[in-house]
């Protein structure tokens, strides 16, 4: 019987054992911090705890689809195997945080807004964001391995990523009513107890460390996926 | 529904999703168990 440290080879201290162990410690004491310590904000009240990690997948979304746009020009660049393989794990990991801010936003939406949904510019930019790269995905399955097709992808994945700049200032260009998150103008309001802060911070590291566990395991498996394709085709032409 | 029901409603969504890749990872790395396992057989053969 084989176990999972089979299909990856040997165990690997780092991302095997630490990150996933650190990804759990981290979360625990997140969710501890958001549930339990941090106090009601005053003009949201508990609904706003959903911003605690809205915010940071929104960030690390954003922070993935960057490090999609450096690994493609990588990759264009050199033709490196490797920065393909990142390039999609990131696109992966960033598309279902991104669908995580698209669902959570709404819910936080309806009680605050009375409606869920709204063509504000930063969440029309948000899911032009998540198509753009909804597409880019899609386009690498359908063009199964080809290498024009990979290199087209690449090329949507640096293109998309300048949709985050105009997304970021939204809210400044087009007056949208998409609220300024964290901090507020009401002395009273927004992150006033310092627990928020750390609530804020604890949530942005565990979400951070989930991100890069999910990465680190989906660029492997590519990479054995690639290692099984090249050793397929050898024995073919034995 | 009460704010309580939307924030359940949001963090259950965001547990849900992350269990729902985990387990496709999962899923993917039982398919690449079976190929190298297949692989092998054939170089025993």
Known sequence: ?238 | MSGLGFLAMAYTAIWVAFFFYLMSLGRRARRLEQEIETLRAAKER
């Open chain 1, 1 to 238: 019987m084989s176990s999972r440290s089979d299909v990856a080879g040997r165990l690997r201290p780092w991302s095997d054992v630490a990150l996933p162990a650190l990804t759990g410690v981290a979360m625990l004491t997140a969710i501890l911090f958001v549930f339990v310590v941090v106090p009601d904000e005053k003009v949201q009240g508990v609904v706003q705890r959903i911003f605690y990690f809205h915010v940071h997948l929104a960030w690390m979304a954003f922070g993935g689809f960057v490090f999609v746009a450096a690994t493609s020009a990588w990759y264009l660049r050199t033709g490196s195997r490797v920065a393909d393989r990142y390039a999609e794990a990131n696109a992966e990991v960033g598309l279902l945080f991104t669908t995580l801010v698209l669902i959570t936003g709404p819910l936080w939406a309806r009680p605050i807004w009375g409606v869920y949904w709204t063509w504000d510019p930063r969440l029309t930019m948000t899911v032009v964001l998540w198509a753009i790269y909804a597409a880019y995905l899609m386009l690498r399955r359908l063009g199964n391995g080809d290498e024009t097709i990979l290199r087209y992808a690449a090329v949507l994945g640096i293109v998309g990523v300048l949709d985050i700049p105009l997304l970021i200032i939204a809210v400044r260009l087009w007056r949208g009513i998409h609220p300024a998150v964290m901090l507020s103008d009401d002395p009273e309001a927004g992150l006033r107890d310092p627990t928020m802060i750390w609530g804020v911070i604890l949530s942005g590291i565990a979400l951070g460390l989930l991100f890069a566990w999910l990465v680190s395991l989906r660029a492997r498996f590519a990479a054995i996926d690639d290692q099984l394709a090249l050793r397929a085709l050898e024995s073919e032409r034995r």
